[in-house]
């Protein structure tokens, strides 16, 4: 596997990185395993203060930050510092709520009083991607700090800078070395570590291939998982929406960072009254974007990450057009250069029996899915293979409300824009993968809630209850 940073809008080739052997993952080993120990009976105030002190870094060197991501992954550099400054607020966000969420829960028990400790577990593995590359470590890195599991990390291939640059501001702002450790490293190395008995737990962001691979090892070595594996997100716009919010949204719902993201809109089911409203409100939207430079302002859409980003995309596209999809908008003759971008389209007629129908497409393609009522647009929400987000538009709040509860699917936005912030837990369900990030519940997901129970009266043992002895 070969790190480098290939720019996305020249595709020229930047900068080679050298992967790390045997001897770097034993040191990055040891020196977690001993952080953990230290870490496991000694409090986490100093922790906190370092993790703010991390926000404070970010925010002060948002543009240097940000630059590192556009280089590498090719996202526009104004999306990019929105990435930066996020990831500051969640380091913030553990640090202010370290005592709230390391707090020891009390409670009484006819053992005796009863408290759940919070606890680590041990040294994590993080397999991270690289559409969000610095928002996704921190989302790993700043709960786990905070409760004292080390993290060792595999970034892509195709991020090093991201990699290496958040690893090195970790440090400037005070974190121990070891606590965060960025290896260039293989993926049989990382089933190596993988089965290392000091490595306790595993988080990946990517491919449902790479879940399944990583996921298998994990469980085939006892370690607890956490996977987030992308989703095919439905924008359901219910017969009584207010389309006048829509087309405040509709178009950055699915072009932001290119279309690159897990959780943007790609399925927009709408019912038959307002199906060719939206048909001409996306296409207007896609028909704004302004390609070029993502450090240009005037610069609208990005490339995509990579070459290959492209043509696995067009591929996709074009299977989907000889299986029956129509092209409402876009002009795919315009995606056959050797450069990255990718010309936004619109398709619309997929049935079930094309393939598209239950795939994820990773770029600015929008699919349109016309339905009879409001009950039909949530029974083709939920006939996907992913359940991640979702956004859904209704002009009565409360009945819009009811309607989310009926999709499946890791959280619902109603009547607004999706998206992230520290508080709000992130997952999905079905091939989106499982477990938790973000808020008490990302907190929460590397934890040993330890149980102490200490009796205060003697043992009675004629009132001895079921299963004690």
Not at 50 to 73: G, P, Y
Not at 264 to 278: C, G
């Amino acid at each position: 596997m070969v790190y480098q940073i290939t720019n996305p809008y020249t595709n020229q080739i930047e900068k080679v990185y050298s992967n790390q052997g045997a001897s770097e993952i034993e040191a990055a080993l040891q020196k977690g395993d001993q952080l953990y120990k230290s870490w496991r009976n000694t409090s986490f105030e100093s922790r906190a203060a370092n993790l703010n002190a991390v926000s404070q870094l970010f925010k002060k060197k948002v543009d240097e930050i940000a630059t590192v991501i556009t280089r590498d992954m090719g996202k526009r550099f104004i999306e990019a510092q929105g990435e930066v400054l996020i990831s500051a607020e969640i380091a913030q966000y553990y640090a202010d709520h370290a005592s709230e969420f390391m707090a020891v829960r009390p409670f009484k028990s006819r053992m005796g009083d009863a408290q759940l400790v919070p606890k680590p577990i041990g040294v994590l593995m993080a397999v991270e991607p690289w559409n969000f590359p610095i928002y996704q470590l921190m989302r790993v890195f700043a709960p786990n700090y905070i409760l004292g599991n080390p993290m060792l990390y595999k970034h892509a291939s195709n991020t090093p800078g991201s990699a290496e640059v958040f690893a090195e501001l970790l440090i400037e702002a005070g974190v121990e070395v070891g606590a965060c450790t960025n290896l260039f490293i293989d993926y049989e190395q990382v089933n190596q570590i993988i089965a290392d008995k000091r490595i306790q737990g595993v988080a990946l962001t990517g491919s449902e291939r790479a879940g399944a691979l990583i996921a298998a090892e994990a469980g085939k070595n006892l370690k607890r998982s956490s996977l987030e594996l992308g989703g095919s997100d439905p924008f359901v716009i219910l017969h009584d929406a207010d389309l006048s919010e829509i087309e405040k949204i509709v178009g950055q719902a699915r072009l932001y960072n290119a279309g690159q993201v897990c959780t943007s809109s790609k399925r927009f089911i709408v019912t038959n009254d307002n199906y060719e409203a939206i048909v001409k409100m996306l296409s207007h939207a896609f028909s704004k974007a302004v390609m070029g430079d993502p450090f240009a302002a005037t610069t609208t859409l990005a490339p995509l990450s990579s070459l290959k980003a492209k043509k696995d995309l067009v591929k996709q596209v074009e299977a989907a057009l000889s299986n029956g999809a129509t092209l409402a908008y876009g002009d795919m003759s315009k995606n056959q250069g050797e450069d990255c971008f990718f010309s936004p389209v619109i398709l619309t007629d997929i049935t079930p029996g094309n393939p598209a129908y239950y795939q994820e497409f990773f770029g600015p393609v929008g699919q349109i899915y016309q339905v009879a009522d409001d009950d039909a647009a949530i029974a083709l929400a939920n006939d996907s293979n992913y359940g991640l987000s979702g956004v859904l538009f209704s002009g009565d709040l409360n009945r819009g409300i009811d309607y989310a509860k009926r999709i499946e699917t890791g959280g619902v936005f109603v009547n607004s824009y999706g998206g992230t912030l520290p508080e709000l837990p992130f997952g999905g369900v079905k091939r989106s993968g499982y477990g938790h990030e973000l808020s008490e519940l990302g907190f929460e997901a590397f934890m040993n809630p330890e149980l102490i129970v200490a009796r205060s009266t003697p043992i009675d043992l004629d009132n001895a209850f079921g299963g004690f002895l």
